[in-house]
């Protein structure tokens, strides 16, 4: 099994996001834009029309009344919010075929047609795998970080912390095995964007291609994660720039493990053969 060159991954990253920073950018900065009309307008209903009128609401009208605005309320800040996540999907497989490109090609696309015709199918299974890893990731960090701040609050208040010490072993397992499924599913969507695979070979191929590499991919995850730190420090704008980096990490990964395994599968057919 070979090992990944995270030095060479890294240099490699970087020199192609000097040279195809600016369209990427552009991409994020327009999902940022999108994003951020898009939670403007869940704040314009909930916070700046409902809330503040809320008390007024519930003294004036009657209980199915209330239901039903509450009902209107919950349907208006979901259907927002799954409007963003198709969006947010689409402009990630844009970005991953992009970045694809420029490492095959070595240009971000043929055509412009060619750059955002990403096919029905392919963003319907990217959809649904990015909704699956979602929730693998909400409940392996997000319900963790929950408990992690009602055990703070508690501790806090009652100062006992006997009382906390299984919530925080609960958290510390949630926590890794969270990273290790991570790491394991790493690849589920840059196989669906580049390689147009379903939605059970997205997750077998990521699965059996971060076998045996786990330690050198979380080397990888840590290098990126400085990365985009460094790019906060740069008064935020930098961080535009690492997601760049970062991305061409990923691709440059998951190519590198794509090809030691076919020529694995390669050698030991060459075995099976031999006499």
């Given at each position: 099994?070979?090992?990944?060159?995270?030095?060479?991954?890294?240099?490699?990253?970087?020199?192609?996001a000097k040279k195809h920073w600016l369209i990427i950018v552009?991409?994020?900065?327009?999902?940022?834009?999108?994003?951020?009309?898009?939670?403007?307008?869940?704040?314009?209903?909930?916070?700046?029309?409902?809330?503040?009128?809320?008390?007024?609401?519930?003294?004036?009208?009657?209980?199915?009344?209330?239901?039903?605005?509450?009902?209107?309320?919950?349907?208006?800040?979901?259907?927002?919010?799954?409007?963003?996540?198709?969006?947010?999907?689409?402009?990630?497989?844009?970005?991953?075929?992009?970045?694809?490109?420029?490492?095959?090609?070595?240009?971000?696309?043929?055509?412009?047609?060619?750059?955002?015709?990403?096919?029905?199918?392919?963003?319907?299974?990217?959809?649904?795998?990015?909704?699956?890893?979602?929730?693998?990731?909400?409940?392996?960090?997000?319900?963790?970080?929950?408990?992690?701040?009602?055990?703070?609050?508690?501790?806090?208040?009652?100062?006992?912390?006997?009382?906390?010490?299984?919530?925080?072993?609960?958290?510390?397992?949630?926590?890794?095995?969270?990273?290790?499924?991570?790491?394991?599913?790493?690849?589920?969507?840059?196989?669906?964007?580049?390689?147009?695979?379903?939605?059970?070979?997205?997750?077998?191929?990521?699965?059996?291609?971060?076998?045996?590499?786990?330690?050198?991919l979380l080397l990888l995850g840590i290098e990126a994660f400085?990365?985009?730190?460094?790019?906060?420090?740069?008064?935020?704008?930098?961080?535009?720039?690492?997601?760049?980096?970062?991305?061409?990490?990923?691709?440059?990964?998951?190519?590198?493990?794509?090809?030691?395994?076919?020529?694995?599968?390669?050698?030991?057919?060459?075995e099976v053969v031999e006499p």
């Open positions: 099994m070979k090992k990944l060159d995270i030095d060479g991954i890294s240099s490699h990253a970087w020199d192609l552009s991409l994020f900065v327009s999902l940022w834009v999108v994003s951020l009309l898009i939670n403007y307008a869940v704040e314009s209903i909930s916070v700046r029309t409902m809330i503040p009128n809320l008390t007024n609401i519930i003294q004036e009208s009657n209980p199915e009344d209330i239901w039903r605005i509450l009902e209107f309320l919950l349907k208006s800040v979901t259907l927002l919010s799954f409007f963003e996540f198709l969006v947010t999907s689409y402009f990630f497989i844009v970005i991953l075929r992009m970045t694809f490109s420029a490492i095959r090609i070595g240009k971000l696309f043929v055509s412009a047609g060619d750059a955002f015709n990403v096919g029905f199918k392919r963003y319907v299974v990217f959809a649904c795998v990015g909704i699956v890893t979602s929730l693998v990731y909400v409940i392996c960090y997000g319900i963790p970080s929950i408990y992690f701040r009602f055990t703070y609050l508690s501790f806090i208040l009652t100062h006992d912390i006997n009382v906390s010490w299984g919530i925080v072993c609960y958290i510390i397992f949630s926590i890794l095995f969270g990273v290790f499924l991570h790491i394991r599913l790493l690849f589920v969507s840059i196989a669906v964007a580049t390689d147009n695979v379903g939605f059970g070979e997205a997750f077998s191929r990521s699965w059996n291609m971060t076998k045996g590499h786990f330690w050198e400085g990365i985009i730190l460094l790019g906060f420090f740069a008064c935020c704008v930098g961080v535009l720039f690492a997601l760049v980096i970062v991305n061409f990490m990923l691709v440059l990964a998951y190519l590198e493990l794509k090809g030691n395994d076919q020529m694995e599968n390669v050698e030991e057919a060459v």
